[in-house]
Nanobody
Framework: QVQLVESGGGLVQAGGSLRLSCAASGRTFSSYAMAWFRQAPGKERAFVAA????????DYADSVKGRFSISRDNAKNTVYLQMNSLKPEDTAVYYC?????????????????WGQGTQVTVSS
C-alpha cells in the first residue's frame, strides 16, 4: 500500500513557474512508476507526465512538452513536477499517481494509487 500526498500548488501569473511535490509512504516507492494528471473544471482527468521507476524514462502530454519536467528522488520517496511558462489553460487540480511496474504508464486506468490533489491556478 502506498499513500501519496501532493504539495506546492498555488496561484501564479501567466509565464511563471511552480514546482509540485508528491511524497509517498511505503518502502516500495523505488519500484513504482509515477505520474501526474490534472483535472480542470468540467473536464476529464488528463495525463500530464510520467516517469519510470529509475527516472531514466519520462513521457509528457503534448500540451506540456518543453515546459514541464517530471523527476523523482527515490531516496526521499518523492516525485516532482517542475512547471515553467505556465498558461491560464494549465489551471487545474493536479494529482499524483503511482503503480508497481517497470514501464511508463500514461492512462488513468493503469494507476492504483492517487493523491488528494493540489490546486494550480494561473492568472492571465
Amino acid at each position: 500500500q502506498v499513500q501519496l500526498v501532493e504539495s506546492g500548488g498555488g496561484l501564479v501569473q501567466a509565464g511563471g513557474s511552480l514546482r509540485l511535490s508528491c511524497a509517498a509512504s511505503g518502502r516500495t516507492f523505488s519500484s513504482y512508476a509515477m505520474a501526474w494528471f490534472r483535472q480542470a473544471p468540467g473536464k476529464e482527468r488528463a495525463f500530464v507526465a510520467a516517469i519510470n521507476w529509475s527516472g531514466l524514462r519520462t513521457d509528457y502530454a503534448d500540451s506540456v512538452k518543453g515546459r514541464f519536467s517530471i523527476s523523482r528522488d527515490n531516496a526521499k520517496n518523492t516525485v516532482y513536477l517542475q512547471m515553467n511558462s505556465l498558461k491560464p489553460e494549465d489551471t487545474a487540480v493536479y494529482y499524483c499517481a503511482g503503480r508497481p511496474g517497470i514501464e511508463n504508464y500514461v492512462t488513468r486506468a493503469q494507476y492504483n494509487y492517487w493523491g488528494q490533489g493540489t490546486q494550480v491556478t494561473v492568472s492571465s
